[in-house]
């Protein structure tokens, strides 16, 4: 069996019980490129630093390079007894290249090792979401391209409360994960700071050159100080944070999804490759793609908890608490990941229903807002105006009508300043195109801010 590093201070070996507790490897064997290359940074600058000959440097680095090879192959037994990737791999080196592996360990320990892991580990994760999130971004710009002039009712409360354009809908969520995106390029820079030569908490008394290691490793800058390095998980907490804001968004996306492709509301149809049957009632077509992601928003908050509450009040510096911040991590990696690119191939697969959405946009009085426009373009105070088309629409539920059912001569019982051109006025067409403000549903300023994002997007 292997022997542990720390052998020397024990007398007695580790209970078995204990080893499987504290064993993280089922979890970290997920970073062992990292680590391997954070082996290789660390002894060439050894070598550059003469610490070690470059002789040694070659065996040590051909040595890692086997290992990471037998890794790969599945060729590596991993064990409890070695507990996590760092001790696999350097014992492994050592049965590749025997006792000169014992150098590498110099100036450093676990502590900053594996910060330096997982930093490297999320600052690919993070440019894969940001490809990710660019990818989901063109999608939701090209849809809402292809149906600009397609109206649909805007709702608060769930209620049908204004007409907007389907491609203005679909923009607000362009907007969500461009902020998603400029939030985890900006998380991005404070993940990527070098932490290795803080060594277990003080900084060693070699003669490390840390900013040789880090331009080697490809990081943007050292860390400052040794302390915080090797207990800072920050940069995680605010990725899982930025992470749960993206899911929140998917997940409003999912419940509209779902809403839209029921029969209840019949706006959009998902394309059978997308969505799945029941096993017992035949009819049955279900937007499991939005339900689950919607589901799995639920793991992603639940992860930043777990994470949060796993620093709160950890005295500096390491602790081993924080072994456990892999599994909420990499989970929100995989989980968030897996969404956004599910979104992406999900979106160009639905059928977006105009006629049935402009329906809706057209029975509820969506136009009562406009008709109290009318009035105060006409001169009377907005209240009272509020007040007369309140009124009208009661008047036109009494008769099973909307208000552009009405007649001039009902018009005209409510107000003598409403004229033929009320008709008009009170077309969805007019309506949506009255509203010109700066980020507003208007033709106009829609195809603008689709026109924009391609541009900004294919930049
Ligand atoms: N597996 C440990 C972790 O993930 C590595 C650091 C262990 N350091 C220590 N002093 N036990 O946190």
Redesign the pocket.
Known sequence: MAKKPWDGRFSQSTDKLVEKFSS?IDV?KELYNYDIDGSIAHLKMMAHQSMITDEEADVLARGLESVRQKIKDNALEFSDTL????MHIESALGDEVGTVARKLHTGR???D??ALD?RMYLKAQTRDILDGLMALQRVLVEKAHENLDVVMPGYTHLQRAQPVLFAHHLMAYYEMFKRDYERFKDSLKRTDVMPLGSA?LAGTTFPLNREYTRELLGFAKVSDNSMDSVSDRDFAMEFISHASICMVHLSRFSEELVLWSSSEFAFITISDAFTTGSSIMPQKKNPDVAELVRGKTGRVVGNLMAMITLMKSLPLA?N?D??E??EPLFDTVNTLKACVEIYARMLPNIKVNAPTMRDAAETGFLNATDLADYLVVRGMPFREAHSVSGKAVAFALGKEKELHELTLEDFKTFSQLIEGDIFDFLSTEQMVSRRVTHGGTGYENVKLAVEKARGQLNA
């Open positions: 993280s970290d507990e996590d990737i760092h320990s676990r502590n090792q594996v997982v277990a390491y081993r924080m072994q911040d892999k």
